[in-house]
Every structure is written in structure tokens, then in C-alpha cells.
């Protein structure tokens, strides 16, 4: 099989933190799905006075389509590519979706952050270390077609870079993900100006694959066509290995690398 991603997209994935894959799974497959979590939300696509909340969310789904659109040779290809050949656990289906209506309330879930995957023993919440203790990738999975008016997720350009430092003198234990973004804050690191902004749009089936420190955050809904995507993570199969003797690092951990650097 063709390499799903050229080698100047693997570049810019260690530098921008994010590469779009267009058709990453069919289209075929996203209007099943939609058509099914249509249903799960219990509102009706053609009458939007039944759209009275800015965002609800649906629990995960692996059966039948979802699995199908985890899990395409496209896809496989890239995770190779990024994370590299078995080091990412194969998805059977997808995490929550955030579908997101046009309302002219604040969804109140707007803030820049980083995603975090686990809790230290006797902690609670989510957190992040710096080899990305469960987290391989962030994927962002479009289940409708998204223009810039229709929430779609907005990118900090570069913001993966700015969060290793921030996270080495942690360690394994790592850091609270809020905390780190109150930190990150007051060191003007969340929503640096140095960083431009990209906008998550596509069309249905096409996946955004995310480095795991990328800084992104959700925006109000302002087109008229409810926005349909899933945000699982990519499970590694271990944690980042920054200590390659003979240098064979990951896109990923080259990453981590160029923000230590």
C-alpha cells in the first residue's frame, strides 16, 4: 500500500503538530454514522427548534460503521508513519462526540488546552507527563463536512513545541492538566501570539492527527449545519522513548525533542 502521508507531511507534522488527512475513511461510512448519532440525540435534523442546547455529547461507539472508520489501511498507514509500526494499540471503535449546534449561547467549553490521559495514584482528573503516559496521538474524526463558520476545532500552529519544557521538570509523575494550563497561561505559552491559528475544516471522513501536547480548544457555533466529529486518542503501546541509542525517534518524540531543543 501507497504511504498515506508524504514525507514533507511527516515534517510538518514535527513542526506544525498536526497533519490533515482528507478521506481518511469513507464518506459513506461518516453519513451512516451521523445518521445514527442523529437518532442516539433524540432531535430532529430538519427542525432546529428542537436544537436548544450549543453542544451535547454522546458517549463512545465501536460497533459496525465507528469500527469501520477507526480502523482503515489509510489510517494504519499514517499511524506508522507518525508513531511508528507497532508502537499504537488499533482502535475498535471512537471516544465521545462533541456535536455541536448553531446557538447563540456560549458551549462554555471554549478555552485553549492540551488533552491528558491519566491520574496519578491518589489523584484525581487528568493529566500529561512528558513521554505521553497513554496518549500517542489526538485525532480529530469528521463526521459532516465543517466550513470555518461551523465550530470547527481551532489550532494553536506550533503550540506542541511550546509545552516540553513546561512538563521536564515533572517527570513521570507529570502535571494536572489544568494546572499546567494555568501555568502555561501566565507565561503567555497557552495563547501565544507567536503561535497563528488553523481551523479544523474538511469534509465528512477526513481525519486531523494530532500531536498529543498540540494546544487547540473549541469555538461557538455560528453557520447553520450541526457540526459532527469524534476526538479519541491513539493508545500507545508504551510510553515516548526519548533515549533512542542510535537516534530512530518517532515524528512524535522528534517533536518532543525539537521543543526541548
Known sequence: MTAALTADQVERFITDGFVHLPAAFPRSVADECRAFLWRETGLDPDDPTTWTQPVIRLNGYGHGPFQQAAGTPRLHSAFDQIVGAGRWVPRSGLGTFPIRFPHADDPGDAGWHMDASYAPEGEQGFWLNLRSRGRALLMLFLFSDIGADDAPTRIKVGSH??????????????????????????????DSPDRPLALATGQAGDVYLCHPFLIHGAQPHRGTVPRFIAQPPLLPTAPLDLDHPDGAHSPVERAVLLGLA
Open 161 to 190: 513545541l511550546d509545552v516540553p519544557p513546561f512538563l521536564a521538570p515533572t517527570g513521570e509523575r507529570g502535571m494536572n492538566m489544568f494546572d499546567l494550563c494555568t501555568t502555561m497561561d501566565a507565561a503567555g505559552k497557552l
